[in-house]
């Protein structure tokens, strides 16, 4: 009796003085949010778990998604035996050893026991290819966590053999509520602009979020709010003055695209550095720039728009902590690059003048004419090819006969 409850005291003390993220670590895949798109009622993953039919799958998300999270709820919801690795501190002796736990496990469970492995990614290829037979023989199922692409990161035969489900980082609304919990549990509360600030900087990542509210709550005084001093203390930087709705968001964007149109560099960077700073979604920066490489520069320089495209794909491929920097060069470019919005307004101008006149029909001359009535309806007829005849086609009226001659595009370069 005694041991029993120096066993429960110990445990308590334990929970008790875990990491805030640890403490407020769902333990059903009920109580799991922001994946919608996996764990709804349509969800296909949750319709294995429900079924306790889980094939192997690899959990794919940024940092503070809940892979390990959603790997451990499933452990508590399956009836096979689970076992779990790190990649990062197990070698081909802990993989062996594992194995045969399983294979002992299998003769009492008669399906096959389930094995996590948290950065699987970390495993070499011989680590990862000692797997495959005891997929193949039904042994082991395996749930593999990473923050990497599993395409580049886990080899083929093992991919092929699993299920890859990809986890969104957390937006606001779910961040949100994390931050509810955590304020019962810490029995404190933060003041509005406190928690606004806090789910920005998290930038998706809950476990970042929830470390950083632990250490502004013991920052805080007794008993008193935790405001944005001690949140910003505790990310060790200031924040930053921004609201993606409000009016900062709109005079930011505005400042930052009339700076590239008035070809100033040195403001353009400024600007995007302060929303990418301030927690702006990266990606609508690079929609925007992409957006003014065709509007503004447009033909005086058709390789802008091909490197904004680029440093909009760019920044997917490596993500936010180095992603400011193909947006920073495409933005350096555009700003310095001759300007001009003659595509732009030609469309404007041709969609003026069809707002005015209506549907004109297409001359004769460029018409397709693939039978012999369209032919005899003179379909085609007095078309000139300009590869055989290039200065017939100059001459050849492609408009409309009512706005015949009407000009559209007018170049205008800087």
Request: aromatic content about 8%.
């Amino acid at each position: 009796m005694t041991n029993d409850l120096f066993s429960q005291s110990a445990e308590k003390f334990q929970k008790d003085n875990a990491p805030l993220a640890e403490r407020l670590r769902p333990h059903k895949v009920e109580e799991i949010i922001g994946q919608d798109h996996l764990l709804g009622e349509d969800g296909a993953l949750k319709k294995w778990i429900s079924q306790d039919k889980i094939p192997s799958i690899i959990l794919w998300g940024p940092p503070g998604s809940g892979k390990t999270t959603l790997a451990r709820a499933i452990a508590r919801s399956t009836h096979s035996h689970f076992m779990s690795l790190s990649a990062v501190l197990s070698g081909v002796k802990e993989l062996r050893a594992t194995v045969e736990a399983a294979k002992e496990q299998l003769q009492y469970h008669q399906r096959p026991s389930i094995l996590f492995i948290d950065e699987i990614h970390r495993f070499n290829k011989a680590q990862q290819d000692a797997l495959l037979p005891h997929l193949e023989d039904g042994t082991l199922t395996l749930i593999g966590a990473t923050t990497e692409n599993p395409s580049f990161e886990v080899i083929g035969p093992l991919l092929s053999r699993c299920r890859v489900f990809l986890l969104h980082s957390l937006d606001e609304s779910a961040l949100k509520s994390l931050v509810k919990k955590a304020e019962k549990t810490l029995g404190k509360k933060l003041s509005d602009v406190a928690s606004q600030f806090l789910v920005k900087d998290a930038q998706g990542d809950a476990r970042r979020m929830l470390n950083t509210l632990e250490i502004a709550a013991h920052l805080s005084q007794e008993g008193e709010l935790i405001d944005l001093k001690e949140v910003s203390q505790a990310t060790q930087h200031t924040p930053l003055t921004y609201d993606k709705n409000g009016e900062a968001h709109y005079n930011l964007i505005s400042a930052f695209i009339k700076s590239m149109r008035a070809s100033k560099p040195d403001a353009a960077i400024y600007y995007l550095a302060r929303m990418y700073e301030a927690g702006e979604d990266p990606r609508f920066l690079a929609r925007r720039m992409v957006i003014f490489a065709a509007e503004d520069i447009g033909i005086t320089d058709p390789q802008a728009l091909n490197l904004a495209v680029s440093a909009m794909q760019a920044y997917e491929f490596v993500g936010r902590a180095e992603g400011w920097i193909p947006l920073a060069e495409a933005a350096t470019y555009l700003a310095q690059a001759p300007k001009s919005n003659a595509s732009y307004q030609a469309y404007k101008n041709a969609k003026a003048e069809i707002s005015q006149s209506g549907s004109l029909p297409v001359p004769l001359q460029l018409r397709n004419a693939p039978t012999k009535l369209m032919k005899d309806l003179d379909y085609g007829k007095d078309y000139r090819y300009a590869h055989s005849d290039p200065e017939g086609s100059k001459e050849m009226e492609c408009l409309p006969d009512k706005i015949a001659g009407k000009k559209f595009f007018i170049p205008n370069i800087d």
